[in-house]
């Protein structure tokens, strides 16, 4: 499991270097669950001291990858939250109000 685990990571560090959005988009989705998780422990036995560092480094990431200049770099400064009443939530190009 940890191979598999070592793999994707690999695989990330690559794309993250040849600028990919999917790459970007993988990272971000990372970047929220282990956030999630970290807050999930908070509500169970966990103190803040265990979580901290992981909470504060998942944190940066998804602050840098939020970046306008980051979001142009990867292709993805288009693509926004679609509102409840534009067929649920979804990342999409902002350009989809514009599709007849």
Known sequence: MYGLLFWVYIWLTMALRR???GAWIFL???????????FLML?????WEDVSISILFNGLILLYCMLPGVR????TASY???GANQQ?????PSDVDNFH
Do not use: K
């Open 19 to 21: 600028v990919e959005a």
């Open 28 to 38: 971000v989705i990372v970047t929220l669950v282990y956030l999630s998780i970290d």
């Open 43 to 47: 509500l169970g036995a966990s103190t």
């Open 72 to 75: 142009t770099a990867f292709g």
């Open 80 to 82: 926004r939250w679609l």
């Open 88 to 92: 649920g939530y979804a990342l999409a």
